[in-house]
């Protein structure tokens, strides 16, 4: 396969289902046969390359001829039909959590671990959002030292919890700063406010989120990063931040650290007095590393700040770019 035949959307109402049909217009525009599935079609219509596409009921029937199945819905959809789809000869890569910590099932960051592709059927999940940011520049560091301990605080974007989380922003906002929860989606109000939970707190006092984080980071990485995070959710629309602390085996000088990032796929360093911001990275495909610096008091410690786009580079291109690096052995565009 050189280009993909018969691509089936599954979420494709939701933000990740609707920026992957804006990323795979980009990238794929002469696509014919694209079917956009969610839970019910409803009489609904979404875009795909200047195109209106009916929403279809996801069903086996519907995905029984895609040579390319992307999962954009929930863990439990995945479940149900991801490994049948890959059984069938789908490659299918799927954004849900369901299989990212499968030891059968690759999880990849196509920069960093592309090769774990095949070409043809095969299912493959792509990281969590914060994760896919967070690995790019870790990555580029391990090609030239040993980590030796990581500490990352995220400012997540409330896209990245869903539609249902926009729309109770965009309804507290519209009361005004100070009022009610206005939804299902955060147990307290998102704006004008600060949340110290992404996610299920768990008993030993982190959360799903946070876990997210260190686990599929150091299954990308292929190494211990002795990793703790705090998730955090912000009342930013798209685009999720972290500050990272990182140790290494011995100390680096910043600027051979911007080096080493800016020669790494996917990444653009930001130059000091400049930083990036959400708002400046929402519609693009880069991860974006500012504030370099070494620590004050540690000698082998750096701080970094990170930036990306949660929707694109955390969701829906990274999953494209696992599409094309299947077709192609590598990934076109990063
Ligand atoms: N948002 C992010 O930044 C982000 C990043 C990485 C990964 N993810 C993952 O990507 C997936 C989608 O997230 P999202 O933010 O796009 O969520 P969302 O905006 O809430 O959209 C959910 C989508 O899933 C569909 N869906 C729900 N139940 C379904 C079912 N039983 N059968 C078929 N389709 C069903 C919905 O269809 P209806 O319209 O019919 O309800 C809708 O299209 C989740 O697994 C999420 O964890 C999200």
Same mark, same amino acid.
């Given at each position: 396969?050189?280009?993909?035949?018969?691509?089936?959307?599954?979420?494709?109402?939701?933000?990740?289902?609707?920026?992957?049909?804006?990323?795979?217009?980009?990238?794929?525009?002469?696509?014919?046969?694209?079917?956009?599935?969610?839970?019910?079609?409803?009489?609904?219509?979404? #875009?795909?390359?200047?195109?209106?596409?009916?929403?279809?009921?996801?069903?086996?029937?519907?995905?029984?001829?895609?040579?390319?199945?992307?999962?954009?819905?929930?863990?439990?959809?995945?479940?149900?039909?991801?490994?049948?789809?890959?059984?069938?000869?789908?490659?299918?890569?799927?954004?849900?959590?369901?299989?990212?910590?499968?030891?059968?099932?690759?999880?990849?960051?196509?920069?960093?671990?592309?090769?774990?592709?095949?070409?043809?059927?095969?299912?493959?999940?792509?990281?969590?959002?914060?994760?896919? !940011?967070?690995?790019?520049?870790?990555?580029?560091?391990?090609?030239?030292?040993?980590?030796?301990?990581?500490?990352?605080?995220?400012? #997540?974007?409330?896209?990245?919890?869903?539609?249902?989380?926009?729309? #109770?922003?965009?309804?507290?906002? !519209?009361?005004?700063?100070?009022?009610?929860?206005?939804?299902?989606?955060?147990?307290?109000?998102?704006?004008?406010?600060?949340?110290?939970?992404?996610?299920?707190?768990?008993?030993?006092?982190?959360?799903?989120?946070?876990?997210?984080?260190?686990?599929?980071?150091?299954?990308?990485?292929?190494?211990?990063?002795?990793?703790?995070?705090?998730?955090?959710?912000?009342?930013?629309?798209?685009?999720?931040?972290?500050?990272?602390?990182?140790?290494?085996?011995?100390?680096?000088?910043?600027?051979?650290?911007?080096?080493?990032?800016?020669?790494?796929?996917?990444?653009?360093?930001?130059?000091?007095?400049?930083?990036?911001?959400?708002?400046?990275?929402?519609?693009?495909? !880069?991860?974006?590393?500012?504030?370099?610096?070494?620590?004050?008091?540690?000698?082998?410690?750096?701080?970094?700040?990170?930036?990306?786009?949660?929707?694109?580079?955390?969701?829906?291109?990274?999953?494209? #770019?696992?599409?094309?690096?299947?077709?192609?052995?590598?990934?076109?565009?990063?």
């Amino acid at each position: 396969m050189t280009r993909p035949s018969r691509v089936a959307v599954v979420g494709a109402t939701g933000l990740v289902g609707q920026t992957l049909l804006t990323v795979l217009g980009e990238r794929f525009p002469g696509l014919e046969h694209v079917r956009a599935l969610a839970e019910c079609g409803g009489g609904r219509t979404v #875009q795909f390359a200047g195109r209106t596409l009916p929403v279809e009921a996801i069903s086996e029937e519907a995905l029984a001829e895609a040579d390319v199945v992307f999962l954009a819905a929930t863990s439990a959809v995945s479940e149900r039909f991801g490994p049948w789809a890959a059984a069938r000869g789908a490659l299918v890569v799927d954004k849900s959590s369901r299989f990212r910590m499968d030891p059968e099932v690759p999880l990849v960051v196509p920069e960093v671990n592309g090769h774990l592709i095949q070409r043809g059927g095969q299912l493959v999940a792509s990281p969590n959002c914060s994760t896919i !940011a967070l690995v790019l520049p870790l990555h580029a560091l391990l090609r030239h030292r040993r980590v030796t301990r990581v500490l990352v605080s995220t400012y #997540q974007a409330v896209s990245g919890t869903g539609r249902e989380a926009l729309m #109770q922003l965009e309804a507290e906002m !519209a009361d005004g700063l100070g009022g009610e929860v206005r939804g299902t989606a955060y147990p307290k109000p998102i704006a004008g406010n600060v949340l110290a939970q992404c996610d299920h707190l768990d008993d030993a006092g982190y959360t799903l989120e946070e876990w997210k984080l260190t686990r599929e980071s150091e299954k990308i990485l292929g190494t211990r990063l002795r990793l703790s995070a705090t998730a955090v959710r912000v009342p930013v629309r798209i685009g999720h931040a972290e500050a990272v602390y990182v140790e290494l085996d011995r100390p680096v000088d910043p600027e051979a650290v911007r080096d080493w990032l800016r020669a790494t796929p996917g990444i653009v360093v930001v130059e000091d007095p400049d930083y990036p911001t959400p708002r400046e990275a929402a519609g693009s495909d !880069a991860v974006y590393v500012g504030r370099v610096r070494r620590d004050l008091h540690e000698p082998t410690g750096l701080h970094l700040f990170i930036v990306a786009d949660n929707l694109r580079k955390g969701a829906a291109t990274n999953a494209v #770019q696992i599409l094309e690096q299947s077709l192609f052995g590598e990934s076109v565009r990063s």
